[in-house]
């Protein structure tokens, strides 16, 4: 089944700087790729996604990549702000089969002032 | 009024007590998800509830029993649970077709669950 690894566990990043997190997958079958975004204690909310046939998308300081030959992708959080501190998770899913998303195992981010 | 809603937002009880997790959502959606989210581990995939209809049993041990009663509606019966049972329990919603999920989660607050 499918497995994703994400790297790092935990990021520190000044404001205004920018953040990068990882994420390696292992079923070449996957086709969607969502990030979730959770605050201290409410659930996690998408942020932004990316779908197999397009390799990067953007949404203002926020733009995922992906590398489907190496089965990665990555979110970038640019001029990042105090509020951008929380627990991002990246997911992988085969969207028409069930479309059961699996995690990864979340990074802590810290954006300090 | 939030998307979905997940009530009571913390829960303690002992190991011989049964209680229920509820969930509500207001979005139309047509498929329901419980998710068990556990310090330094990824979210895990407890059941999948698609038109009703319980489409998926992610492996999950017999003391948790859900139920659907319609597609807005969804809980998470609990009968002797462990303390490694203690958890943040997560509902989501999102609008399937066949067998396909079209895209975007929506989670609730989230349940706190101890178990003593």
């Known amino acids: 089944g499918e497995n994703v690894e994400q790297h790092p566990s935990t990021l520190s990043v000044q404001e205004g700087d920018s953040a990068v997190i990882k994420c390696t997958y292992s079923?070449?079958?996957?086709?969607?790729f969502p990030w979730y975004k959770q605050e201290l204690g409410k659930g996690p909310q998408l942020i932004i996604d990316?779908?197999?046939?397009?390799g990067e998308k953007k949404d203002q300081r926020i733009a995922v990549t992906l590398n489907k030959t190496a089965k990665h992708f990555s979110l970038h959080i640019t001029e990042t702000q105090p509020e951008d501190s929380a627990v991002y998770f990246c997911a992988a899913s085969i969207m028409d089969q069930g479309g059961k998303l699996i995690f990864g195992q979340g990074t802590e981010l810290s954006v300090k002032p | 009024e939030t998307g979905v809603t997940q009530t009571p937002r913390h829960l303690v009880m002992g190991m011989t007590n049964k209680k229920s997790l509820k969930c509500e959502q207001h979005?139309?959606?047509?498929?329901m998800y419980w998710y068990k989210q556990s310090a330094k581990k990824p979210l895990e995939l407890m059941f999948v509830?698609?038109?009703?209809?319980?489409?998926e049993n992610n492996s999950v041990p017999s003391r948790f029993s859900p139920e659907c009663p319609n597609s807005s509606h969804l809980f998470l019966h609990l009968h002797t649970l462990q303390p490694e049972d203690s958890a943040l329990y997560l509902c989501?919603?999102?609008?399937?077709?066949?067998?396909?999920?079209?895209?975007?989660?929506?989670f609730g607050e989230g349940s706190r669950l101890t178990v003593l």
């Open positions: 979005l139309g959606h047509n498929a």
């Open positions: 989501a919603s999102s609008f399937r077709t066949g067998n396909a999920n079209t895209g975007e989660l929506f």
């Open positions: 509830y698609n038109f009703k209809e319980q489409t």
């Open positions: 990316i779908r197999s046939n397009v």
């Open positions: 079923d070449s079958a996957s086709n969607y």
